[in-house]
């Protein structure tokens, strides 16, 4: 059980019986009156976000949520496929479940899906991914006017710009937290 | 960012800071105030509802310097002031530091209304000092400091701010959420605002007014929505006193909290204590204010997390 001093961001809880996760907080103390802790919470099933104010003595459960490992398959329409790590059982998440987590997902990747009562709503990726470029301008030498930047598209489709330097078909390291481009993979 | 590039980001607050602190020894020192240092670690801290003291040993450090401040007015010191650190466990946000610095001065002779222009005039003296003048910006908002102050009573910031009246909000405890939530953001814009007239059970320590019996003869200081003093008419009654320790040390184990000793010298040393007033300013949120700081990290050299 968690006290109303243990919030803080990305903590997940269950109110009326659905798991809610921290996305903002703000601790609040009028002069020598009680704590408040403000928050703004996400519904991990809708998305929707509200703000509700909690008071010292408030309590609460942890979200009914565990995480397992899982390996992405495939996707086919909306639908992205992974299998459980251990008992090799499928399950499927939507789009807009998976959210920018999409433009990351290579095949046989290895990731976190987080399950509520058994039903999956939300993955988490590893922090870096290496990936390959798909289409990339031509490096001109120098080129200076452009500045040290240009975009490039890599196998899931995702636009990231990069050091002017990197080419079609090399593999680039992206920080999934940021979507932003590392360094450049030597094979 | 670094350790260091941060330290360097919080040079100009930091040297700001240091203005404040001289300008402010220089203010109370014109008018006659002594400067005292009262141990931080004491016995016996305030048994105060809402107040986490920090456990020093077998004894706590002090949430504020008051009880050994009051005991020297008792003893015949008529104007006395002090900077110092004190301590509330479990107080972190963008306002709150679990160690910060409290300036705190009390006068005999004076009442929570006697105070108010001293704070007006600290504030001026403050401004000036640091080369600012009467206008100031905090945070996106226009602070005129110029006086007289907006002076609002608590009953009055009800009706003009919060959703429900003082009445109802006292009857479904939810007095300190709206104060919080409802009316402080409002408060102190762009003329500073003394918030005064508390009800009686918000002001532990605080005289009850001779005229309205419910209400304690409390203020507390607001700029451009930051709370930054809270003063008071020192009650002097010690029975009362007593009787409302028990009460906060009630409260306390209500809420899962140990009881506190009770701090006898203090008790014993009320009925000397002379008619008087006293304020307690939060020294890091003067800085915000000057440094139009968001956040009260912005002010210090180190905040617990960066230690």
Known sequence: MYNASDLRKNLRIMLDDEPYIVVDF???????????????????????QMDRTFREVDTFQPADTQEKNMQYLYREGDAFHF????????????????????????????????????????????????????????????DTVSGNYKPVIVETG?????????????????????????????? | ????????????????????????????????????ETPCRIPAPLPESHIDAVPSGTWWLQPSPELCMKRMLAAGFRRIFQVSKCWRGGERGTRHLPEFTLLEWYRAGCDYRGLMPECEELFQYVSEALGIGSRMRFQGRA???ATPWERLTVDQAFERYASVSLKRALKEDRFEEILALEIEPRLGDPTPTLLHDYPLAFGSLARRSRTHPELAERFEIYIGGLELANGFSELTDAEEQRRRFERENEIRASRGRPSWPMPGKFLEAIPRMPESAGIALGVDRMVMLFADAASIDDVVAFAPEEL
Not at chain 1, 27 to 48: A, D, E, I, T
Not at chain 1, 86 to 104: D, M, R, V, Y
Not at chain 2, 9 to 21: N, P, Q, S, Y
């Open chain 1, 26 to 48: 703000q601790f609040v103390k009028p002069g020598k009156g009680q704590s408040l802790y403000r928050c703004r919470l996400r519904n991990m099933l809708s998305g929707n």
């Open chain 1, 83 to 142: 299998m459980d790590n251990e008992s090799f059982e499928q399950i499927a998440l939507t789009g807009e479940q998976i959210g920018e987590a999409k433009n990351f997902l290579i095949e046989n990747m290895e990731c976190k899906v987080l399950l509520f009562r058994d039903r999956p709503i939300d993955i988490t990726l590893p922090n870096f991914v290496d990936v390959i470029v798909t289409e990339a301008p031509p490096w001109i030498k120098g």
């Open chain 1, 158 to 187: 995702y636009k990231v710009s990069v050091p002017p330097f990197i080419e079609q078909g090399q593999k680039i390291r992206i920080d999934t937290r940021t979507g932003e481009y590392l360094t450049r993979v030597k094979e």
């Open chain 2, 1 to 36: 960012m670094s350790a260091d590039r941060k330290l360097e980001a919080r040079r100009r607050a930091l040297e700001t800071r240091a203005d404040i602190l001289h300008a402010t020894r220089a203010f109370f020192l014109s008018r006659d105030y002594l400067e005292v």
């Open chain 2, 143 to 145: 602070i005129d400091l």
